[in-house]
């Protein structure tokens, strides 16, 4: 299997590197100083077709394939990761479960706008006491005549209160199998429901300019064609979402990587010290070095993982591949970025330069869509080993 980026995917690079450079770069720092959420640049990535990359041609998408959407995360994430973010989560998260698991009527009635980027939708999985134990979902659903009664709380939800946000897909307890274990099923949630209300957003570490709200769901009612693929298979539903995801993060997070290497070799050339360029010196050439070496290996790996997804490769190997790539990638931008900080020294402790943007916003690559742990239990059981 050849994981090489075609002319076509070299071609769109450089294309949604000039829209990053062009539209993002200039205003960024402002953004994320503010905690701007750039509606207008969001739509603006609607329009170039990044929102419609994977779906098909019916509903408005351009029928690509998953290569094409990393390589747009990797771009927009090697200029920030909060914008990055907001394409892999508006997609592999927001559109991709209804592009799935929807009915035709779904699907006709909330792809067309999500896909041209005038709406985003979010994915409620994460609860105060159920993260990467997902199972433990204490949110319920019950089926009151025709409509759903949904209440509970969810937490850490990108995507889910900004002012085009339509709707957000909660898993929920709507009752128990025949062996008495929770039955958790997806039901999409619009936004503006009575009862549904997306709280203050977070004061996070980093991805500042990302829209990410705690949930309350409070007697909220939702007609029951609302649930979303079949009941009872929620949880494997959104499982099946984040094996993809994985992937996605292990672009946005090459990015972050990509960001410090080219932000290093620049500085390293052109900063002095006892009459020479701080490059020339081993100490900080050889930590250079390092970062070509995480950026070209996260790359082959995340590449190899989505070339393998389209494909159609067998879902074992594709879910090993998937963490695999994750893991690294997501460890190796966090490492790159106390590089990148180091390189620059005090100045890499300013806010003015963007290497800080990127130390914060790194850390949550080994968290979000399965931490660290999680990857290595999944790596682990791939393995073959009876891990718990």
């Given at each position: 299997?050849?994981f090489?980026?075609?002319?076509?995917?070299?071609?769109?690079?450089?294309?949604?590197?000039?829209?990053?450079?062009?539209?993002?770069?200039?205003?960024?720092?402002?953004?994320d100083?503010?905690?701007?959420f750039?509606?207008?640049?969001?739509?603006?990535?609607?329009?170039?077709?990044?929102?419609?990359?994977?779906?098909?041609?019916?509903?408005?998408?351009?029928?690509?394939?998953?290569?094409?959407?990393?390589?747009?995360?990797?771009?927009?994430?090697?200029?920030?990761?909060?914008?990055?973010?907001?394409?892999?989560?508006?997609v592999?998260?927001?559109?991709?479960?209804?592009?799935?698991?929807?009915?035709?009527?779904?699907?006709?009635?909330?792809?067309?706008?999500?896909?041209?980027?005038?709406?985003?939708?979010?994915?409620?999985?994460t609860?105060?006491?159920?993260?990467?134990?997902?199972?433990?979902?204490?949110?319920?659903?019950?089926?009151?005549?025709?409509?759903?009664?949904?209440?509970?709380?969810?937490?850490f939800?990108?995507n889910?209160?900004?002012?085009?946000?339509?709707?957000?897909?909660?898993?929920?307890?709507?009752?128990?199998?025949?062996?008495?274990?929770?039955?958790?099923?997806?039901i999409?949630?619009?936004?503006?429901?009575p009862?549904?209300?997306?709280?203050?957003?977070?004061?996070?570490?980093?991805?500042?300019?990302?829209d990410?709200?705690?949930?309350?769901?409070?007697?909220?009612?939702?007609?029951a064609?609302?649930?979303?693929?079949?009941?009872?298979?929620?949880?494997?539903?959104?499982?099946?979402?984040?094996?993809?995801?994985?992937?996605?993060i292990?672009?946005?997070?090459?990015?972050?990587?990509?960001?410090?290497?080219?932000?290093?070799?620049?500085?390293?050339?052109?900063?002095?010290?006892?009459?020479?360029?701080?490059?020339?010196k081993q100490?900080?050439?050889f930590?250079?070095?390092?970062?070509?070496?995480?950026a070209?290996?996260?790359?082959?790996?995340?590449?190899?993982?989505?070339?393998?997804?389209?494909?159609g490769?067998?879902?074992?190997e594709l879910?090993?591949?998937?963490?695999?790539?994750?893991?690294?990638?997501?460890?190796?931008?966090?490492?790159?970025?106390?590089?990148?900080?180091?390189?620059?020294?005090?100045?890499?402790?300013?806010?003015e330069?963007?290497?800080?943007?990127?130390?914060?916003?790194?850390?949550?690559?080994?968290?979000?869509?399965?931490?660290?742990?999680?990857?290595?239990?999944?790596?682990?059981?791939?393995?073959?080993?009876p891990?718990?």
């Amino acid at each position: 299997m050849s994981f090489e980026l075609s002319a076509e995917h070299q071609a769109f690079r450089h294309a949604v590197r000039d829209f990053a450079e062009g539209e993002v770069a200039p205003h960024v720092a402002a953004w994320d100083k503010a905690h701007h959420f750039p509606v207008d640049v969001v739509q603006k990535m609607g329009d170039m077709g990044l929102f419609g990359l994977t779906a098909p041609e019916e509903l408005g998408g351009s029928g690509g394939d998953f290569t094409s959407l990393c390589v747009a995360i990797e771009e927009l994430g090697r200029v920030d990761q909060s914008i990055g973010i907001t394409l892999e989560a508006g997609v592999g998260l927001g559109i991709n479960p209804i592009l799935t698991f929807g009915t035709e009527e779904q699907k006709q009635r909330w792809l067309p706008d999500l896909v041209a980027g005038r709406r985003l939708a979010g994915f409620g999985l994460t609860e105060p006491g159920a993260g990467s134990d997902a199972g433990a979902t204490r949110t319920r659903a019950e089926l009151d005549g025709d409509a759903w009664v949904v209440n509970g709380a969810k937490q850490f939800i990108t995507n889910s209160g900004s002012e085009i946000t339509s709707l957000v897909t909660v898993t929920a307890r709507t009752g128990t199998d025949d062996r008495g274990r929770p039955e958790i099923s997806a039901i999409m949630v619009p936004a503006g429901t009575p009862g549904f209300t997306a709280e203050a957003p977070y004061d996070k570490l980093g991805w500042h300019i990302s829209d990410t709200h705690p949930l309350t769901l409070q007697d909220v009612r939702v007609p029951a064609d609302h649930l979303l693929g079949d009941r009872g298979r929620g949880y494997a539903q959104f499982l099946a979402t984040l094996d993809d995801g994985r992937i996605a993060i292990a672009a946005l997070a090459v990015g972050c990587v990509q960001a410090c290497l080219d932000l290093c070799v620049e500085y390293a050339g052109q900063r002095t010290t006892f009459g020479k360029p701080i490059g020339a010196k081993q100490g900080v050439a050889f930590q250079v070095a390092d970062l070509a070496v995480m950026a070209e290996v996260g790359r082959t790996m995340t590449y190899r993982a989505a070339a393998m997804k389209d494909a159609g490769a067998p879902v074992k190997e594709l879910k090993q591949a998937a963490s695999i790539a994750k893991l690294y990638t997501s460890e190796a931008a966090v490492t790159a970025t106390r590089i990148a900080t180091q390189v620059f020294g005090g100045y890499g402790f300013m806010e003015e330069y963007p290497v800080a943007r990127f130390y914060r916003d790194a850390k949550i690559l080994e968290i979000g869509e399965g931490t660290s742990e999680v990857q290595r239990m999944l790596i682990a059981r791939g393995l073959g080993l009876p891990v718990e």
